[in-house]
């Protein structure tokens, strides 16, 4: 029996802290154009951003290559998709930085950033969707199954003892 009540004991400390963690953050970038490490050209005067969450306001900055911030306005477009609107198209091949900061309406506030290459030969911008993490979901999985196995036996061990005391108690043998 203190091996069940070690083993459950494992199972919760082992489950609670990740039971919580999710794999994907809230309010966060879904897809952007240009997009992350995207090489573009043709005339850029707009960065488009997409989130995961509905967005109630956003803001940031756009730095050029060489460290100057671009004059910008950060507008929201729909529930989930940002415009930052270039006062000028870009023009100086080299990395740009999107810094941009988000809140959501669930409350959470998000600042990420990101960057793209401009050379005025490549291709125009496309709509790019950053990788998913791929983070431990298996884990999770994993660490919830062997709760729940764990939990049944420790119930399944408990009916059963609660069983043996209800159970009408035989007399010694008599000798």
């Given amino acids: 029996m203190n091996r069940l009540r070690s083993a459950i004991a ?37 960065i488009v951003l997409f989130y995961d969450d509905i967005i109630v306001a956003v803001d940031g900055s756009v730095t050029g290559p060489d460290g100057t911030e671009l004059a910008a306005e ?31 309406v669930d409350g959470d506030r998000v600042e990420e950033r990101f960057s793209f ?20 979901p298996w884990l999770l999985w994993l660490i919830g199954v062997i709760g729940l ?8 061990q408990l009916l059963r003892s609660m069983a043996r005391l209800r159970a009408p108690s035989e007399p010694p043998p008599a000798e």
């Avoid at 290459?117 to 431990?136: H, I, K, R, Y």
């Fill in 149 to 156: 196995v764990v939990i049944g036996v420790a119930g399944w």
């Fill in 10 to 46: 494992l199972a919760v400390v082992a489950f609670v802290p990740v039971a919580g963690c999710s794999g994907e953050e809230q309010g966060g970038l879904e897809g952007a154009s240009p997009g992350p490490d995207a090489v573009v050209g043709g005339e850029v005067v707009e």
């Fill in 117 to 136: 290459t401009f050379e005025p030969d490549a291709p125009a911008p496309q709509l790019v969707f950053p990788p998913e993490e791929s983070g431990w």
């Fill in 74 to 104: 950060y507008l929201i477009d729909t529930d989930i998709r940002a415009v930052v609107e270039l006062d000028e198209p870009l023009s100086a091949p080299g990395q740009y930085e999107v810094r941009h900061v988000v809140d959501a």
